[in-house]
């Protein structure tokens, strides 16, 4: 599976972006999705996740309310809408795919396929 990002740009604070991340297709059916994000001179962090079917998604608490994941299956398109954008958001956003959700939201992540990053700047 072959990840593709786009999106990132540079934005005022409370502003808003919307990243998309186009999957190629997989000979083993949809997967689950996710964002992580990192920061300059920071780890990698999750920032959201959502299921094959987009019965269920997962946020951590510093972006709940803020940004809402969603995908397009017809598309194979997995978009992240981020609203009220902050400084503290600044960073090179990743999309995953992988075919067990614990991989994605687990402690400790291992998604098993990547995408090329897009770099976010919240800045006024």
């Known amino acids: 599976v072959q990840l593709q990002a786009s999106g990132g740009g540079q934005v005022q604070p409370g502003g808003s972006l919307r990243l998309s991340c186009v999957a190629s297709?997989?000979?083993?059916?949809?997967?689950?999705m996710g964002w992580f994000r990192q920061a300059p001179g920071k780890e990698r962090e999750f920032v959201a996740a959502?299921?094959?079917?987009?019965?269920?998604?997962s946020y951590p608490d510093s972006v709940k309310g803020r940004f809402t994941i969603s995908r397009d299956n017809a598309k194979n398109t997995v978009y992240l809408q981020m609203n009220s954008l902050k400084p503290e958001d600044t960073a090179v956003y990743y999309c995953?795919?992988?075919?067990?959700?614990?991989?994605?939201?687990?402690?400790?992540?291992?998604?098993?396929?990547w995408g090329k990053g897009t770099l976010v700047t919240v800045s006024s």
């Open positions: 959502i299921t094959s079917s987009s019965g269920r998604t």
């Open positions: 297709r997989s000979n083993d059916g949809f997967k689950d």
């Open positions: 995953a795919a992988d075919g067990v959700w614990s991989d994605l939201v687990a402690a400790t992540p291992s998604p098993d396929y």
